[in-house]
């Protein structure tokens, strides 16, 4: 094993920071579990599996500093809920503590965020990304496109045998599943020297609407049908940023080398579209749809 590692993990109790607290946990180093609810199930689970939970919000900076105290490393996430200024203020505030602290900070951020998107919540990540730039943090950044696990929002239209999206069914669309997120952060904070300093766009597959409809009918053994749902829709249920990021999506979409990830990141199984969708519970999935 690499050197024990102990890590303040922020949105914990997420799918990005759970699939990297479990990672580490996995891989015998310490973690600590930061939650804004330590009675949650997911935070009950986490500390089941030997996490400390840390009862906190990122952008308390006593309680983030006090977490940190002989922490080697911060892996740090943002969320859009409560808005894009908040969202840059949490990135902010994590890195100005890792900074203080001394440690490794991996942020995940989102992929195509420095390429000038113009859609809001990639632009409030990418104004943390240039903040770890300017302070000098040691720092790696991740960027991972849209999560596989984002299908399970959709799975009442799938269990009526409907495929839904934005998206034209011909346009392609990289995808990553969540636990490849975590897998590729804990090589990166268990390498801290190597990976310092660099940024990875991170996906596992790029298909078609068309061709994840396929995939599903014949994975779930159920004949589905493609819908492609219109941007007013999405605006009403939404709003504009939803929008503006389906736009980017159809006129340039992310671009990710998955070859070099591939050998960046070795031992990283970087599931296919197929082969994440063989490792869920569909029966259970849909039946509670």
Known sequence: MAQELTVVVTGSTGKQGGAVARGLLEQGHKVRAVTRDPNSGQA??????????VAASVEDPAAIAKALEG?????????????TD??????????????????????????????QTGVPHFDSKY???????????????LAPVAFMENLYFAKEQLAKGIYASAL?????????????????AVRVLEDASRFTGKRFDLAGDELTGNDAVAILSRVTDRPLSYYQIPLDVVRQRMGE??????????????????????????DVAFH??????????????????
């Not at 990304?129 to 040691?138: F, L, N, S, T």
């Not at 296919?272 to 749809?289: C, I, R, V, Y």
């Open 241 to 266: 940023d939803a929008v503006n990021m389906y736009e980017w999506f159809d006129r340039v979409g992310f671009a990710v080398d998955r070859a070099a990830l591939h050998r960046e990141f070795p």
């Open 168 to 184: 034209p069914p011909t346009r392609a669309h990289a995808q990553i599943a969540v636990a490849d997120i975590g897998a590729v």
């Open 127 to 141: 104004e943390v990304e240039k903040h770890i730039a300017e302070i000098g943090v040691r720092a790696t950044i």
């Open 44 to 53: 009950k689970s986490l500390a089941s599996a030997g996490a400390t939970l």
């Open 86 to 115: 908040a969202e840059t203020r949490q990135g902010i505030a994590a890195a100005e503590a890792a900074k203080a602290a001394g440690v490794h900070l991996v942020f995940t951020s989102v992929g195509s965020a420095n390429r």
């Open 272 to 289: 296919d579209f197929e082969s994440w969708a063989k490792t869920q519970d569909w029966n259970a999935l849909l039946k509670s749809a």
């Open 71 to 83: 922490a080697t490393s911060l892996f740090a996430m943002t969320t859009p809920f409560g808005g």
